[in-house]
């Protein structure tokens, strides 16, 4: 709800009040962001200072409290005394323009209110605030936005120029406040197979910029980010969500003033920028997003998660189920015939799998990857019976049919390129540079836009296909407005092939999570998360990704070990606890699977497909854990799951104590630990010990008989309230060496547990 008193405007989430006013000199002043205030509350609310503070400059001589420096804003501009970063710069034809936009008027829609460009968006607004300010020094309007959906307000603003001369926006972001204390910042930072590191800084007098200049989202520096107070853990203390419905360029500061106000901005990369608005044109930024929970990140999380399922990914797919599908990359990179794919596909289906993506390799001369991209024409070599035919094939041994594309690029080595060499992203007179042997093309021109709606739908429609993965893997080159234009064509043409099929599952990829935004989130409900799928890797990339994007909204992949990255071994029990807490899938050779492997693989399966719905939708918990411990939990109505992770184990453990916390305190609850297999290389020696038979553990025997006997794991079966087991529960000891009679639990470096909770009834 959006209500307006005396130009006091109180936005009400289901949980949180934000609360700001028009100055008597027109600027919006922030007053608070947190739970819902009562109406007395909201409207005593003041943040005052009467007197003039040292050297600040007041906005009116005659008003002591009109220093802009000294007031936490909603919005701010340069050169009337507020020398904070401002969220706006503009250009006249001399020069940088001093911009003070001030009240003028104000309207609260119900739902969406007015926008113009093709920006990606959430649906279902509850309401929307709009405030007009202008600068009538400098002839323009802003109006400002702000709109509710459940507990997350979405803002952005919308420029105009009004006046008879050119203006150039050098910087326009999508909101601007200031919070009164002192913050730390939680942010996601990594690379390439190295995606979503969570790292956190305090807020100082120094400004902190997260900011991405690859022109895409990016794997160095995600979008997202959490502001939250020293006190703030994953279950208790204020946390703030922000992020930016954006695939590109994105920029966000955070500084504290010297008056102890932390201004917090975000919105597209003013790196480069500069765009005209003739006489009478406008620009709007994308929405920007915010939510607030005194539940700590945890609840943060619960705020955004909710948001993107029900409000943001395509509507076809809120809260539907993903399939579990296998993709050929890892089993079979480029090397594979009609022959080999579908003696995997057959394998794939008895594991349980329910889709099965081919990708890359299947068009063109496409047989590495320095050639054929763009020439999406079906490799009769590889694929006798054309796509039509393997994927009838694939829909008879009963799964369905995926395919990868990489439509925004091109190699050298192609027809397109040989034809159309304009078409790639370029600057006159430079040469364009190449990266993955590729170069991206210009999705700003009308005739390439065309052609990759036209070849790619062409190729949809050719046969039974209901997955894409819409690959790109190179950051690009082109600057500034021109990598906004270059990302409003990428949108463009997504909806151009996809809002015709709604039904298609897209998985937005790029070199892994090179993009994995809100702004892809709009048309692709699923993003490939990271090229690495070594579990321990994943616990980082996966964790990272929770605070700000769902479960369901991340594509996990069981492959196989020792890892092509990182050179670890890792159990196949650890590799599917891991991908559980996402939408499931397998990329491995299954050919070369053990005969054990593959029943794990089969019994991971049906598992998950029976707790799909808790491990995709079910609220997400990260714990306060230590370095060597991660602890995730996915709760839906009575059933939770709890997965432990170890990096590494330690020598004589002895007892621990797990707590499982969002349980209701006065239900009852049964706990059993996943029914878990150990391989006996794990064991070495030690298997004759536990084996009747001896075995030399360097022998070939051990070899086979690893292959096809593991040892079960001992399994925990035990009822408990929920607050006991907030209180902390014991479980079995953990393997220390000196005996096993199948009471101790088996982990050890890498090793994982999964335990499921259920309501008892009573
Ligand atoms: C990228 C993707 C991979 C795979 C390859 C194919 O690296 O991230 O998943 O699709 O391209 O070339």
């Given amino acids: 709800m959006i209500k307006e008193k ?144 459940g507990d997350v307000i979405c803002r952005k603003a919308l420029l105009i120029n009004r006046g008879e001369n050119t203006r150039y926006v050098r910087k326009l972001m999508s909101s601007c406040v200031d919070f009164a204390g002192e913050y730390r910042m939680l942010n996601l930072h990594g690379d390439w197979i190295r995606e979503a590191h969570p790292e956190i800084s305090s807020v100082g007098y120094s400004r902190i910029v997260n900011e991405s200049l690859t022109g895409f989202s990016s794997n160095q520096h995600n979008p997202a980010f959490a502001v939250m107070t020293e006190q703030t853990n994953e279950w208790s203390g204020d946390a703030y969500g922000f992020n930016l419905i954006y695939s590109g360029n994105h920029y966000a500061s955070l500084a504290r003033s010297s008056a102890n106000l932390t201004r917090i901005m975000q919105g597209i990369s003013p790196a480069n920028f500069r765009y005209e608005l003739a006489p009478g044109e406008s620009m709007e930024t994308p929405d920007a997003v915010m939510t607030y929970s005194p539940e700590g990140l945890n609840g943060m999380s619960r705020n955004l998660h909710e948001f993107i399922n029900s409000s943001l990914v395509p509507s076809y797919w809120r809260y539907r189920e993903r399939p579990v599908l296998y993709n050929s990359w890892e089993g079979c990179m480029f090397d594979f015939n009609e022959r080999k794919l579908l003696g995997l596909a057959r394998e794939a289906k008895r594991m349980g799998c329910e889709l099965f993506v081919l990708d890359d390799g299947w068009f063109g001369t496409r047989n590495d990857d320095t050639q054929g991209l763009g020439d999406y024409n079906v490799n009769l070599k590889k694929l006798p019976h054309g796509l039509t035919g393997l994927a009838e094939r694939i829909n008879r041994i009963g799964l369905q049919f995926g395919l990868w594309f990489e439509p925004e690029a091109v190699n050298e080595n192609s027809d397109l390129y040989r034809e159309h060499p304009d078409w790639v992203l370029q600057e006159p007179g430079r040469k364009p540079l190449q990266g993955r042997n590729e170069y991206l093309l210009d999705l700003r021109m009308e005739c390439v836009r065309d052609y990759i709606v036209r070849s790619v739908s062409q190729v949809l429609d050719s046969a039974n296909i209901t997955y894409v993965k819409w690959d790109m893997n190179r950051h690009s080159n082109i600057l500034g407005a021109g990598s906004m234009e270059y990302i409003l064509g990428l949108y463009e043409v997504m909806h151009r092939i996809f809002d015709p099929r709604p039904e298609i599952l897209l998985e937005s990829c790029a070199s892994g999570g090179n993009r994995f935004d809100l702004g892809m989130m709009t048309i692709s409900p699923q993003i490939w998360a990271s090229d690495n799928t070594d579990p321990m890797e994943r616990l980082h990339t996966q964790k990272g990704l929770s605070y700000f994007y769902p479960q369901s909204t991340m594509g996990c992949h ?193 090793g994982s547990e999964l335990y499921v909770i259920e309501k008892t009834e009573r």
């Fill in 6 to 149: 005396q130009l006091r405007f109180q936005i009400i989430t289901k949980t949180t009040t934000y609360l700001f006013e028009v100055t008597e000199s027109g600027h919006l002043k922030h007053y608070y962001y947190g739970s819902v205030l009562s109406e007395k509350d909201a409207e005593n609310w003041e943040i005052s200072n009467s007197v003039g503070w040292g050297c600040s400059v007041l906005y009116r001589q005659e008003d002591p409290s009109s220093s802009l420096h000294t007031t936490p804003l909603e919005w701010s501009g340069s050169g009337c005394g507020d020398y904070r970063e401002s969220p706006i710069e503009v250009e006249g034809d001399w020069g940088v323009l001093t911009t003070d936009f001030r009240y003028q008027s104000h309207k609260i829609y119900s739902g969406e209110g007015p926008h113009r460009f093709l920006w990606p968006r959430a649906e279902g607004a509850e309401e929307t605030l709009e405030i007009c300010l202008s600068d009538p020094e400098i002839a323009m309007d802003l109006r400002l936005y702000w709109s509710v959906f």
């Fill in 558 to 750: 069981v492959s196989a070990s020792p890892h092509m990255q990182t050179m670890r071994h890792s159990e196949m029990e650890t590799r599917g606890n891991v991908a559980f807490f996402g939408a499931l899938g397998y990329e491995l050779d299954l050919d070369h699977a053990s005969y054990e492997n593959k029943k794990k693989i089969r019994e991971q399966i049906k598992f998950y497909k029976k707790y799909q719905k808790v491990f995709q939708f079910g609220t997400f918990y990260r714990y306060d854990t230590d370095e060597d411990h991660e602890q995730w939990q996915v709760l839906d109505g009575d059933t939770s799951m709890v997965g432990v992770f170890r990096r590494l184990g330690s020598a004589a453990p002895g007892f621990e104590k797990f707590s499982i916390y969002a349980l209701d305190p006065d239900q009852e609850y049964h706990v059993t630990t996943r029914s878990q297999t150990v391989n006996f290389s794990r064991v070495g020696g030690n298997i004759n010990y536990l084996s009747p038979i001896r075995i030399n553990p360097n022998g070939p025997l051990f070899f086979v008989v690893d292959q096809r006997l593991h040892i079960t794991a001992a399994t925990e079966n035990r009822t408990h309230s929920g607050r006991a087991l907030a209180g902390g529960f014991v479980p079995m000891p953990l393997f220390a060496g000196s005996g096993y009679d199948g009471n101790q639990r088996l982990v050890g470096d890498g």
